[in-house]
């Protein structure tokens, strides 16, 4: 599958909103796309990625917040196209591509979203056993030095 990232501009914005009016589960689990989030996600030290397919379709939308050396990362799979391997696929283009800016990618996961748990377990993060203050399970991408 061919993806690319490129940075999440003004004109992604109508479109990535759509999917939220049309998904109740991602509605649950991802900050909706308004003003305000869109003023955080063009601050020097935060990122976000449009993730986009070979016909130019927005796939797929990674946030990006660093802290010091690590990015704590959200992804949003457009609705109609999960359950298909496209998590897998675009997170892993992201931590072969982009993600190598990061030491560390850290992901917060409801304990309850085993198709999210599933995917960072598939693209080799580890997840801590214990929750974080929030009820969070923590998965952790660390990129090796050499």
């Known amino acids: 599958m061919d993806i690319r990232f490129r940075p999440f501009g003004e004109t992604d914005l109508p479109g990535y909103r759509t999917w939220f009016?049309?998904?109740?589960?991602?509605?649950r689990r991802i900050s909706y796309p308004d003003d305000i989030w869109f003023g955080h996600v063009r601050r020097p030290e935060n990122a976000c990625w449009a993730s986009v397919d070979r016909t130019n379709t927005l796939i797929?939308?990674?946030?990006?917040?660093?802290?010091?050396?690590?990015?704590?990362?959200?992804?949003?799979?457009?609705?109609?196209r999960r359950g298909r391997g496209l998590g897998t696929a675009v997170l892993s283009a992201f931590l072969a591509g982009p993600g190598h800016g990061y030491e560390v990618i850290e992901g917060?996961?409801?304990?309850?979203?085993?198709?999210?748990?599933?995917?960072?377990?598939?693209?080799?993060?580890t997840l801590l056993p214990d929750p974080d203050d929030d009820g969070f399970v923590r998965a952790i991408y660390t990129f090796s030095k050499t």
């Open 108 to 125: 917060r996961i409801s304990p309850d979203n085993a198709a999210a748990l599933a995917l960072v377990r598939r693209c080799g993060f």
């Open 21 to 27: 009016a049309a998904d109740e589960e991602l509605s």
């Open 60 to 80: 797929a939308v990674l946030q990006v917040d660093r802290e010091e050396g690590t990015g704590y990362l959200d992804i949003a799979l457009r609705p109609k």
